[in-house]
């Protein structure tokens, strides 16, 4: 799914009016419709409304979802925040309609006297104030109505987004509607996609309401969420002939004392990820470990009996390198890795430890493998490229990285975002909550090392794998809860994974699958 900018979105609905000759008042008509639709599909219909209003097309929606209400004989007050303007000519058309509806309360606020009082904790609260045109922070009056809508105790319904929200644009601490549901037009929008908006945003529910498709088809943007159809166009399956040299020979450089269980994640994920032959650098104190729990893995031990530090065999043999996940920041590990970006040339997948000791010292970020993907959860990628304000400045510090340095940066979190060097973000929605133990970036390591040492070029093996890891996630959760689930239960559901993605296992029947 394609994320728009706020001016893209309203190109997206002027396209629309113009191509399809319909008016805009006809447009709001079917946005609120949609949203009442969704009301009662939710049976909500018993409760009261209070429905507050701007004077833009966003409180035009709400004045439409209030008549369509009052029609299905609901309970609905309207608050409209005064501007001292007669608003926009479809709001005055629904305003004027909504006149006309018997027993219509509607109340004007122009200061806080006006502020209701929220007598009923049964209450829904319809925000219709700003819509995805607001540029700038609230402030005055409106800032404090949105305060008391946040204190009122009652469920808190935004219409295509919560006021006080930008679409594209960090929210530089404004006052925010704290929704406990989105009804969001047409698609996801780019502020949704940011882990610092979760407080407001809620649950949010995208509503088809029939923009044209030739818009969306054509328009030209950055940043885009990954689903089913980029996957099928970047999974390929194996063909009948193939051998296990097709599939690559993954190395994988893990493991320190007391820390070998991260070795043992990526390389079984490695070999769960689809490599043709995966061999592990490992300390000395792992050997029977390794050779014990993942019987397929080739181990290669260090002189070191605690931790990696030296590397004699050719590495030119391997068609992908993992390092990183539990090796420590060692001086002498560091030097293994400095090592191996001067000795191997094709592309690496760097996490952990590896991102660790590239922080302590930058000049390792100039002659990082071109085409290598680095994994750095939040911290590490402040330790690695400075502190940032927000999650957008985050991102645009991560699109010039991966320009820079012509590499993948898979930033992780809730929507793991993958950043290409060519200016490209693309946002994961698999996974959950439950994924946030250690060992999960481990695994993560193993999947993209595979996926890339099978041919997928660099951007095709970390959105891939990301996906990948994200859905056997969802697999892993659904068997063991997101609270009782593990790391190594999502390596495990990674065979289920592959099989959704083939067509051959359906995600809503997958406990089958498991059990």
């Known amino acids: 799914m394609k994320l728009f900018t706020a001016q893209q979105i309203r190109e997206w609905d002027s396209f629309t009016i113009n191509h399809e000759h319909i008016r805009s008042i006809e447009l709001m008509e079917r946005a609120a419709t949609k949203c009442v639709e969704w009301l009662t599909a939710h049976n909500l219909l018993h409760h009261s409304f209070i429905i507050f209003c701007g004077k833009g097309s966003n409180g035009g929606d709400g004045l439409a979802i209030a008549r369509l209400l009052i029609e299905r004989k609901a309970k609905v007050k309207v608050y409209i925040l005064e501007f001292g303007h007669l608003g926009t000519q479809d709001f005055q058309v629904n305003l004027e309609r909504l006149h006309q509806c018997d027993g219509v309360e509607i109340k004007f606020i122009q200061g806080e006297m006006q502020f209701p009082v929220f007598e009923q904790k049964e209450e829904i609260i319809i925000d219709a104030l700003f819509g995805s045109g607001l540029n700038r922070p609230l402030e005055g009056v409106t800032s404090k109505l949105v305060e008391h809508i946040n204190q009122s105790g009652c469920k808190v319904l935004s219409i295509d987004v919560p006021s006080g929200l930008p679409v ?40 088809d309401i029939g923009l044209t498709t030739q818009f969306y088809e054509s328009a030209q943007t950055n940043y885009e969420i990954v689903e089913r159809d980029i996957i099928l166009s970047i999974y390929r399956k194996r063909d009948r002939f193939a051998h296990k040299g097709n599939f690559g ?44 729990a993942v019987p397929e893995v080739m181990v290669m031990t260090d002189e070191r009996s605690s931790s990696v530090t030296k590397i004699q065999a050719d590495v030119s043999k391997f068609t992908c390198i993992g390092m990183g996940p539990g ?22 997948v760097l996490d952990a430890d590896a ?45 010039q990285k991966a320009s820079e340095l012509k590499v993948v940066i898979v930033l992780k979190g809730h929507h793991t975002s993958i950043i290409t060097p060519g200016g490209k973000v693309y946002f994961n929605d698999s996974g959950n ?39 056997a996630g969802d697999f892993a959760a659904e068997r063991y809860s997101q609270t009782g689930m593990i790391a190594s239960d999502m390596i495990d559901c990674l065979g289920t994974a592959f099989l959704a993605i083939e067509g051959t296992a359906e995600i809503d029947t997958f406990t089958d699958q498991l059990s």
């Open 168 to 207: 594209d644009a960090p929210a530089q601490g404004g006052t925010i509607v704290k929704a406990d549901d989105t009804l969001s037009f047409q698609a996801q929008k780019i502020s949704f996609m940011m882990q610092e908006n979760a407080p407001f945003i809620g649950n949010v529910y995208v509503l």
């Open 249 to 292: 020979h993954a190395l994988i450089v893990a493991g320190s004392y007391g820390k070998m269980g991260a070795a043992l994640l990526a390389s079984k994920a490695c070999l769960r990820g689809g490599a043709g032959l995966t061999t592990s650098h490992i300390p000395a104190c792992g050997y029977e470990i390794l050779q014990t």
């Open 327 to 348: 090796i420590g920041t060692e001086a002498e590990t560091g030097k293994l890795l400095r090592q191996l970006f001067e000795r191997f040339t094709k592309p690496m």
């Open 355 to 399: 991102l660790n000791i590239i922080s302590g010292d930058p000049e390792l970020l100039n002659i990082i493998p071109t085409q290598s993907v680095l994994t750095p959860h939040p911290k590490e990628f402040e330790r690695l490229f400075g502190k940032t304000s927000n999650d957008f400045e985050r991102l645009q510090v991560a699109l």
């Open 433 to 471: 909550a439950g994924m946030a133990k250690g060992g999960s970036g481990d695994v993560l390591t193993g999947i993209i090392t595979a996926l890339i040492c099978q041919k997928y070029e660099t951007i095709e093996a970390a959105i891939l794998g990301v996906y990948l890891h994200g859905l």
